[in-house]
Structures are given as structure tokens and as C-alpha cells.
């Protein structure tokens, strides 16, 4: 779902010194997609607000890096936008159900 998002390209891997030199010196905490995924198959998330958490680290870390002109600023802006919205339904479906679990 979020690795398909319109705008997720650059948020596939890992940023490197090539793409965006001095982001290391920036960015003190990198965040990737496959990181994030990674750290779930790990069992490194146990919580939808941890998930979320990483989730906003990586837009975070390309909205500090990047000059508010620059279209990955741009790109991490909407996918955030659009992300938090999937989070919430997913987040309220989720309650739906423990509510519905409690009652059996």
C-alpha cells in the first residue's frame, strides 16, 4: 500500500552520499521503506504507533534535508498527508474490531 503510493520512489531504500550529498550530517536517524519493513519482519514494530512513528521519521528526515522547493520536500509532504489518513482507518478498523472481539 504505502510502497506503491504515486510518490514513494524515493523512499524505497536507503538515502545514499551519491543521491544527497551530506545527508548523513543532516539526518542523524535515516529511514527507508525497506528499513521500516525490515524492522516489522524483525518484529522491531509492535504497534501501529511505532509503524506510524518510523513512518513520519522518513518524510520528516526529506522535509529537513530538502529545501522547501525541491520536489522530494514536496513529494514527502503529500505522501505524509495521505499515509496519516490510510493510518487513521486503519487505526479506527482496528479498534472496530477489538470493540467487536471484547463482545464474543
Not at 65 to 93: F, G, T
Amino acid at each position: 500500500m504505502i510502497a506503491s503510493h504515486r510518490f514513494s520512489s524515493p523512499f524505497l531504500k536507503p538515502v545514499s552520499e551519491r543521491q544527497a550529498p551530506g545527508y548523513k550530517d543532516v539526518v542523524k536517524r535515516p529511514m527507508d521503506l525497506t528499513s521500516l519493513k525490515r524492522n516489522l519482519s524483525k518484529g522491531r514494530i509492535h504497534t501501529v504507533a511505532q509503524f506510524q512513528r518510523d513512518l513520519m521519521l522518513m518524510f520528516q528526515n526529506a522535509v529537513m534535508y530538502n529545501d522547501s522547493d525541491h520536489q522530494v520536500y514536496h513529494m514527502a509532504v503529500e505522501m505524509q498527508r495521505e499515509v496519516l489518513e490510510q493510518i487513521q482507518v486503519l487505526s479506527i478498523w482496528l479498534d472496530e474490531r477489538r470493540d467487536l472481539n471484547s463482545l464474543e
